[in-house]
């Protein structure tokens, strides 16, 4: 249902780190919101970490929009290869990968670019309305790191360019870190390169075996970490855009080296910083370099993507998400609740009498407000999932109350509360979801069929292709069991 446009809402308030506390958002270009969010270095598959974050951002676009404002989401690709570490030093992430597939580094990208997508489809979190790739904006990058040299900010050293920290006093303070505190750069020959330690690249001399290299003006090299979502935020998203997003891990150096080079060159960099906090494992932020990831692929095997996304809006986005088993559990318990509740309403929908109920329309409306205050105060998740389960309770107890004869007006709000807020908003009745729940009559009668196949395999002794049938099941969730009753499935 398209929804009338909403004049812009003033009052969303959101938690920005640089100023440390909440405050009211007001965006650059009135009814305009412009976001930038850093994306993946795409050389392995998406774990449940970056799920977290995709999700948590992309429930924050769909809030604004909901509230009237229309969004431009730039999310870029890091397909650069970064260096192993934060110090400038070590192997190139990607190259890594590229040996070790036997790829291309482009190729080992572009299979974790479409791979990163076809999770992110599942999951419901929509694409970017410009999604830039740093292998892309090379020219953007030596445009901005010369700027930096005019200015002095930055100096050329072996082929390398490193910013000059001591020479931008406002180094660290999106962290709050002191310089003094910061770490050293580890091997000897990339310290000898810089004036002072805490110095980064942004531009780095390729060595022979380095595969990804282009010509600059300092020679043949590569790209810095840091440098390519300076550019490519205030190329997309001009000066003094409103809203940069990450997780809190990129804090520092990440967002602070962004800071640095923007404002440096005279720029005027984001105006509000989000930061998602970490998905944990064990109280450790699950991580590829760590190894303690479980890919969202993986995940799904298990669990449809919409329980999966319902997990991770109810909690907090700036509070840890621990990951295990019990969670899960019971965020399928709490998804099904809804989706049933949503079920029962399109069922009494079908033959529903003329007219309003009174006190379940009263209670819609407090439901309503209860959600949309909750996500104008910081996208308060957790809070707007309560709202969403005190629906659930007033839609169930109006239904049972009237076995099932409740006005077919305030049916319909009920309805359209749930396809807004619940779908809309969080995102949480994709196809995938609720509505591949409603396929048991389809899987019923394919599983009949499959069943009858493996009983005329057995019975013929062809046993082989009866246990083919049944790993494949297996493969796919579905357990069969062989009692005195007969064949039993579940899944
Ligand atoms: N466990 C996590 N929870 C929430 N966000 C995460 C998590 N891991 C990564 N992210 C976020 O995803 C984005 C991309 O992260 P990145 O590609 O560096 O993943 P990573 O697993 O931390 O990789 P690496 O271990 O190689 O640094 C960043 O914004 C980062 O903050
Ligand atoms: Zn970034």
Redesign the pocket.
């Known amino acids: 249902m398209s929804q009338p446009a909403r004049t812009p809402d003033p009052h969303i308030v959101l938690y920005d780190t640089m100023q440390r506390q909440k405050v009211p958002f007001t965006p650059s270009t009135p009814g305009h919101v412009g976001m930038y969010l850093?994306g993946?270095?795409v050389y392995s598959d998406a774990?449940l970490?970056?799920a977290?974050?995709e999700v948590a951002f992309d429930v924050v676009r769909r809030t604004f929009e909901h509230f009237g404002y229309r969004v431009r989401f730039v999310a870029n690709i890091t397909d650069v290869g970064h260096l192993q570490d934060d110090s400038d030093d070590g192997e190139d992430?990607m190259l890594a990968r590229a040996r070790l597939e036997k790829l291309e580094p482009m190729e080992v990208a572009d299979k974790y670019f479409w791979s990163f997508f076809k999770d992110m489809d599942d999951l419901n979190v929509r694409r970017p309305s410009i999604n830039p790739r740093a292998t892309g904006h090379i020219q953007e990058q030596i445009a901005l790191i010369q700027e930096l040299i005019e200015r002095g900010h930055a100096y050329e050293s072996g082929g390398s360019v490193y910013f000059d920290v001591r020479s931008w006093p406002e180094y660290g303070k999106l962290s709050g870190r002191k310089l003094d505190d910061q770490e050293e750069g580890t091997r000897e020959t990339v310290r000898e390169e810089k004036r002072d330690p805490r110095d980064f690249a942004l531009w780095k001399r390729a060595e022979p075996e380095h595969l990804m290299r282009w010509d600059s003006p300092w020679g043949v090299g590569f790209p810095g970490w840091h440098i390519e979502c300076s550019a490519m935020s205030l190329k997309y998203l001009g000066e003094g855009f409103d809203i940069h997003g990450?997780?809190l891990?990129?804090q520092f150096p990440h967002h602070e080296a962004e800071i640095a080079q923007a404002e440096a060159a005279g720029h005027a960099f984001a105006r509000y910083w989000m930061h998602?906090n970490?998905?944990t494992v064990n109280g450790e932020?699950?991580?590829?370099?760590?190894g303690n990831?479980t890919t969202i692929q993986d995940v799904l095997k298990k669990y449809d993507p919409m329980v999966v996304r319902f997990l991770l809006v109810s909690s907090h986005y700036r509070s840890v998400t621990e990951f295990g088993e019990e969670p899960f559990e019971s965020a399928k318990n709490g998804y099904r609740r809804i989706t049933e509740a949503l079920g029962n309403l399109e069922r009494a929908l079908k033959d529903a009498p003329e007219g309003t109920d009174a006190a379940l329309d009263a209670r819609v409306a407090a439901h309503v407000r209860a959600f949309e205050d909750a996500m104008r105060d910081d996208f308060n998740t957790p809070k707007a999932v309560a709202a969403l389960f005190g629906l659930t309770g007033d839609v169930n107890a109006a239904l049972n109350l009237n076995q099932g004869r409740v006005g077919r007006a305030s049916l319909e709000a009920a309805l359209d509360a749930y396809r807004t807020l619940g779908g809309g908003v969080l995102g949480l009745f994709a196809e995938t979801g609720a509505a591949a729940q409603d396929d048991s009559e389809v899987v019923d009668a394919l599983m009949d069929l499959v069943l009858k196949a493996r009983q005329n395999y057995r019975l013929q002794k062809q046993y082989a292709q009866a246990d083919e049938l049944r790993d494949t099941l297996t493969r796919v969730g579905v357990t069969v069991e062989d009692t005195k009753d007969g064949v039993r499935w579940k899944r």
């Open positions: 850093c993946p270095t774990h970490g970056h977290k974050k992430k990450g997780g891990d990129l998602n970490m998905l932020k699950m991580s590829k370099s760590k990831f």
